[in-house]
């Protein structure tokens, strides 16, 4: 059975500080790992995803994500936070059979 | 343009009266599933579908039918719906193993 926990409820943060979201996870095999964005009132948006080769992913809007097998985490992050950042963060594993598992979420508030 | 469309995006029902909310996209994935979000309690999947005709149960499937006759739709049916049932619905499809795309979510009220 996959899990993920996401042990921060809210991350607050100051704009122009770095930013980091965390991310553990147990997944059977492989994992492939998946970060999304959903602001209010809409849909998840896709960030960045962890499939194999470099532990380090950069993708959308700033944000890169590292992977670390042996302590099974794949943290975010943003080395200067936006205020338009402020949103809901999900980190979202994936095993072998295509089935995906989110976490709890994240909510970011980045105050100017 | 590249999407997954749901209908409707607003509902309030009553306890009982069966209602269906569609899914459909136009990129051809051959996987989809649904998922329900509550405050908390982040996503969660109901039922996902990894080609026509193959559906599997997620983590939350009790109370929920889906189908897959075609590969551009996936409906969730609610035969009976309750209001434990009152949630924020999402599909999405994807191409096996790759980056999952969301519609624009379906808030249900059952009274």
């Known amino acids: 059975a996959q899990s993920v926990a996401q042990p921060e409820d809210q991350v607050n943060v100051a704009e122009g500080n770095p930013l980091t979201v965390k991310c553990t996870y147990s997944?059977?095999?492989?994992?492939?790992l998946f970060w999304y964005v959903q602001y209010p009132n809409r849909g998840l948006q896709f960030l960045l995803k962890?499939?194999?080769?470099?532990?380090l992913v950069k993708g959308s809007y700033g944000f890169e994500a590292e992977f670390n097998k042996s302590q099974t985490s794949f943290h975010l992050k943003k080395p200067s936070a936006l205020v338009s950042d402020s949103a809901l963060y999900f980190c979202?594993?994936?095993?072998?059979?295509?089935?995906?598992?989110f976490g709890a979420g994240t909510q970011v508030v980045v105050t100017p | 343009e590249a999407q997954v469309t749901q209908n409707p995006r607003y509902l309030i029902t009553v306890t009982g009266k069966k209602l269906t909310v569609t899914c459909s996209q136009n990129?051809?994935?051959?996987?989809m599933s649904w998922y329900r979000q509550d405050p908390g309690l982040g996503l969660r999947q109901i039922y996902y579908?990894?080609?026509?005709?193959?559906?599997d149960k997620g983590d939350v499937p009790e109370g929920y039918k889906v189908s897959r006759k075609e590969k551009r739709n996936f409906p969730l049916i609610l035969e009976s719906p309750s209001p434990n049932q009152t949630s924020l619905y999402f599909c999405?499809?994807?191409?096996?193993?790759?980056?999952?795309?969301f519609g624009p979510g379906t808030r249900l009220t059952v009274l």
């Open positions: 997944v059977s095999g492989n994992p492939y």
């Open positions: 962890y499939i194999t080769g470099d532990n």
């Open positions: 990129m051809n994935h051959e996987y």
């Open positions: 979202a594993p994936r095993d072998s059979w295509g089935k995906f598992q």
């Open positions: 579908s990894m080609n026509v005709e193959v559906t």
């Open positions: 999405a499809s994807s191409a096996l193993g790759d980056t999952q795309y």
